[in-house]
């Protein structure tokens, strides 16, 4: 909450003044990571491959479409479980979903995730150690674990790991906490097994993705893939529209995301007519807040994100409310991600 509020008001050219802070917070993050691989902390492995996906920047980097894709990919042959932290819940220690479960109580994306995906288990707790001791307990048939936003959590040990960044702003141009956005040193990514590049141009050529490749400075070990974010052809909601059809008259936008300008690109160049509602990132949405949106929308239908749509559905009436699906494509053949991926699962 104290970052989205800093994010937001903060101008970045003013944050450049800060950069001796960064200096302060890079040496204590790096004293940590050394602690960790010389053995002064330790990583406890446990006896079921673990993937961890997150990456070094703060704000949104594309994670839940990434653990999306994995669940797709893994779920037809493996019982999967998700275990996050469930940021800005209202409940704490470990939880498990259920039916009485609410978005409250395990925050917005694992409980999209669970309904999204009912053949998996999806779990929260911010101590991740105690976190898949639990899952195992309660769920021991359970095959594979996906950790979700989990890269500087170094309390597990991790089979694979998968970092995210934004090809728009990459790692490797940017620094630490608090005149950059980076929880860590750049040194930080040289862990990651698999590097995903996110929210890629589709046109992107082989080689603007071999000198950007180059840029990253990837170790002999890691691997990189270019991904971009596709979005479904129908809406969710009432008789589950075209988009095509949708954009053809007025309708408001709201949105809670951490950067929503893939979507506002994306409705663009679909010539689409709308009233954007900008709300921080997870958003509490207020009775002020709703009364707010249907008088903006009046008449209109309201076009929301599927993780938004997890806090307004039970705020605002089914018919009026569309949610637009999207998903991780990479922009090359996927199968060396997959071969990779299932190597570290044997």
Known sequence: ??????????????????????????????????????????SKSFGIPIICVGNLSVGGTGKTPMIEWLIRHLSTTMEVAVLSRGYKRNSSGFQLFDSQSSAAQMGDEPFQLAQKYTNITVAVDANRRNGIEQL??????????????????RWVASDLKILLTTYDNPYHK???????????????????????????????????????????????????????????????????????????????????IANPSNLIQYLDSLDAKYTHLLFSDHHNFSKGDIHRIL??????????????????????SDKSLFELPIETVFLNDSEPLIATIKQHLV
């Open 1 to 42: 909450m104290i970052l989205n509020v800093y994010f937001r008001f903060v101008n970045y050219s003013w944050r450049k003044l800060l950069f001796p802070f960064s200096w302060i917070y890079q040496g204590a993050t790096s004293l940590r990571n050394k602690a960790f691989d010389w053995g002064v902390f330790e």
């Open 136 to 153: 195992l307990l309660q769920r021991p048939h359970v095959q594979v674990i996906l950790l979700d936003d989990a890269f500087q959590h």
């Open 295 to 316: 008088q903006t929308a009046g008449q209109k239908p309201i076009l929301t994100t599927e993780k938004d749509a997890v806090r307004l559905r039970s705020l605002l």
């Open 174 to 256: 940017d620094c630490v906490l608090p005149s950059g956005n980076l929880r860590e040193s750049q040194s930080g990514a040289q862990r990651a097994d698999l590097i995903v590049v996110t929210k890629c141009p589709i046109e992107l050529s082989s080689e603007m993705q071999s000198n950007f490749k180059n840029q990253l400075g990837l170790q002999s070990h890691q691997s990189c893939f270019f991904a971009t974010i596709g979005y479904a052809s129908r809406l969710k909601g009432e008789n589950t529209p075209l988009v095509s059809d949708f954009i053809k008259k007025e309708f408001v936008l709201v949105t809670g």
